[in-house]
């Protein structure tokens, strides 16, 4: 997670940012927050009917296609690979696979 956390009220509803990653400079992913399949609100929602959300909570949403193993054949990530996350208006996350 990072490299920021960003309080809701920075950004509008719906979501309309720019999410990308990149594997060794490679663009892998390019999408964008609108093509959710569900909206933030929704997920909220539907988390709510069976969990009590917390303040700090996280939730994951899952990731635009691109992924390693969708490629013929599939790139998976091995050691020394660089990976990049980028979401617009937060920044960009950098790990090194170990």
Same mark, same amino acid.
């Given at each position: @997670?990072?490299? +920021?956390? /960003?309080?809701?009220? %920075?950004?509008?509803? #719906?979501?309309?940012?720019? /999410?990308?990653?990149? /594997?060794?400079?490679?663009?892998? $992913?390019?999408?964008?927050?609108?093509? @959710?399949?569900?909206?933030?609100?929704?997920?909220?929602?539907?988390?709510? $009917?069976?969990?009590?959300? @917390? #303040? =700090?909570? %996280?939730?994951?949403?899952?990731? #635009?296609?691109?992924? =390693? @193993? =969708?490629?013929?054949?599939?790139? +998976?990530?091995?050691? =020394?690979? %660089?990976?990049?996350? +980028?979401?617009?208006?937060?920044?960009?996350?950098?790990?090194? %696979?170990?």
């Amino acid at each position: @997670m990072g490299p +920021y956390l /960003v309080h809701k009220s %920075v950004f509008d509803l #719906p979501l309309e940012l720019d /999410v990308k990653s990149f /594997v060794n400079g490679e663009l892998r $992913q390019n999408s964008n927050t609108k093509h @959710m399949i569900f909206s933030i609100p929704r997920i909220i929602s539907e988390l709510s $009917q069976s969990l009590t959300l @917390m #303040p =700090g909570d %996280v939730i994951s949403t899952g990731t #635009p296609e691109g992924v =390693g @193993m =969708g490629f013929n054949p599939p790139k +998976y990530l091995k050691r =020394g690979d %660089v990976v990049e996350c +980028y979401v617009e208006g937060i920044g960009t996350l950098r790990n090194v %696979v170990r």
